[in-house]
């Protein structure tokens, strides 16, 4: 007997009101604060992995960001 209460029902405490009216304010008022925390705390931002940028670049440029690293553009002379 474990169904669960649907908003326009008549309240399981009796009272004769609707469950939207009267306890379902009790059920869900901890809600929003346990989401709030976990905002607040970072406990529920995802972290990307530590290679992300370099993954997303050899995918996107592929080989000329490895070309670019083992022949690096010549240094710029200093005028005098």
């Known amino acids: ?9 008549p309240c399981p405490c009796g009272s004769g009101k609707k469950y939207k009216q009267c ?3 009790n059920v869900t008022a901890g809600k929003p604060l346990k989401s709030r925390v ?13 290679n992300t ?3 997303l670049m050899d995918r996107t440029f592929g080989d000329s960001v490895k070309q670019a690293q083992d022949n690096p ?3 710029p002379k200093k005028d005098s």
């Open 23 to 25: 306890c379902i304010k």
């Open 53 to 55: 940028g370099l993954d």
């Open 38 to 50: 976990k905002i607040l705390t970072g406990q529920n931002t995802p972290v990307p992995p530590l």
């Open 1 to 9: 007997m474990n169904e669960k209460v649907g908003r326009n029902d």
């Open 73 to 75: 553009p010549p240094k």
